[in-house]
């Protein structure tokens, strides 16, 4: 769509008002991206971007964005700071959908997939870092179970790096609801455990296995009592590792990134 030349000046535009309302949760189903990597990588990954509000004094980056199918809206650089949620702004800013949702009925069942499963994890940053860690451990999708952060949080989806964008995701998912459909599809649960379960090392990941991990404060499911679980040994005192860590390895552990 061609660059529209005119700049927005007033706070009262509404596409600046449509902004803050998505931000502020009052739009359900539409989600801000912030910064040229976000923007870029949702594009690229075939997202709808609708709305791309640039800085006035970026009309090049702009330029470029008009030959996308996308509204591309130059605004006076000083309105753009009033919207962002980081401590400097990108100067750049789009709408777009938030992405539909991809439950256990769409997972394929290959013999050798991999499927994270996130419950309890209440900091996005960290979310967005399980999301990094689990597309390049070769993971196909990230589950995720109610009463955890969203993954559509600004801090997650940055933190993620694009993966957010790129593996299919659920959110609000019944831990109970999720195992039973998992155990359906001939899918193995496997658990972080701190303690007592198998080496990570010497496990056996043979087979399609959703990894289920949760936050280092947060009780697992009760569920997860029925599941396999496996432990990483850790030398000298220490209780646990971070969340992001301890997945990471368990992640690349199983194989799926080859």
Same mark, same amino acid.
């Given at each position: 769509?061609?660059?529209?030349?005119?700049?927005?000046?007033?706070?009262?535009?509404?596409?600046?008002?449509?902004?803050?309302?998505?931000?502020?949760?009052?739009?359900?189903?539409?989600?801000?991206?912030?910064?040229?990597?976000?923007?870029?990588?949702?594009?690229?990954?075939?997202?709808?971007?609708?709305?791309?509000?640039?800085?006035?004094?970026?009309?090049?980056?702009?330029?470029?964005?008009?030959?996308?199918?996308?509204?591309?809206?130059?605004?006076?650089?000083?309105?753009?700071?009033?919207?962002?949620?980081?401590?400097?702004?990108?100067?750049?800013?789009?709408?777009?959908?938030?992405?539909?949702?991809?439950?256990?009925?769409?997972?394929?069942?290959?013999?050798?997939?991999?499927?994270?499963?996130?419950? #309890? +994890?209440?900091?996005?940053?960290?979310?967005? *870092?399980? =999301?990094?860690?689990?597309? $390049?451990? &070769?993971?196909? @999708?990230?589950?995720?179970?109610?009463?955890?952060?969203?993954?559509?949080?600004?801090?997650?989806?940055?933190?993620?790096?694009?993966?957010?964008?790129?593996?299919?995701?659920?959110?609000?998912?019944?831990?109970?609801?999720?195992?039973?459909?998992?155990?359906?599809?001939?899918?193995?649960?496997?658990?972080?455990?701190?303690?007592?379960?198998?080496?990570?090392?010497?496990?056996?990941?043979?087979?399609?296995?959703?990894?289920?991990?949760?936050?280092?404060?947060?009780?697992?499911?009760?569920?997860?009592?029925?599941?396999?679980?496996?432990?990483?040994?850790?030398?000298? #005192? +220490?209780?646990?590792?971070?969340?992001?860590? *301890?997945? =990471?390895?368990?992640?690349? $552990?199983? &194989?799926?990134? @080859?």
């Amino acid at each position: 769509m061609p660059l529209d030349p005119e700049i927005i000046r007033s706070k009262q535009n509404p596409a600046l008002k449509r902004v803050g309302a998505i931000l502020a949760g009052k739009e359900v189903g539409a989600l801000v991206l912030e910064g040229d990597r976000l923007i870029d990588d949702a594009m690229s990954a075939g997202h709808a971007v609708e709305l791309i509000l640039v800085a006035a004094d970026r009309a090049e980056r702009a330029e470029g964005l008009g030959q996308s199918a996308a509204q591309v809206r130059l605004v006076e650089p000083g309105l753009l700071e009033r919207l962002t949620s980081l401590t400097t702004s990108p100067g750049i800013v789009a709408v777009t959908t938030v992405p539909a949702s991809a439950g256990p009925a769409q997972l394929e069942t290959t013999g050798k997939n991999l499927v994270l499963v996130v419950a #309890g +994890v209440s900091d996005p940053g960290n979310l967005g *870092a399980l =999301a990094r860690a689990a597309e $390049a451990a &070769g993971a196909s @999708a990230i589950l995720c179970v109610e009463g955890g952060t969203s993954p559509w949080n600004p801090k997650a989806m940055r933190g993620s790096m694009g993966s957010l964008l790129r593996l299919p995701i659920a959110f609000g998912l019944n831990a109970n609801d999720l195992a039973a459909a998992l155990k359906a599809k001939g899918w193995r649960s496997v658990t972080a455990a701190t303690r007592g379960g198998a080496s990570h090392t010497s496990f056996d990941w043979s087979g399609d296995v959703a990894l289920w991990v949760t936050g280092e404060t947060a009780e697992p499911p009760s569920v997860c009592a029925d599941f396999e679980p496996v432990t990483i040994p850790m030398a000298g #005192g +220490v209780e646990s590792l971070n969340v992001t860590v *301890a997945a =990471a390895l368990l992640l690349f $552990a199983t &194989g799926r990134n @080859a």
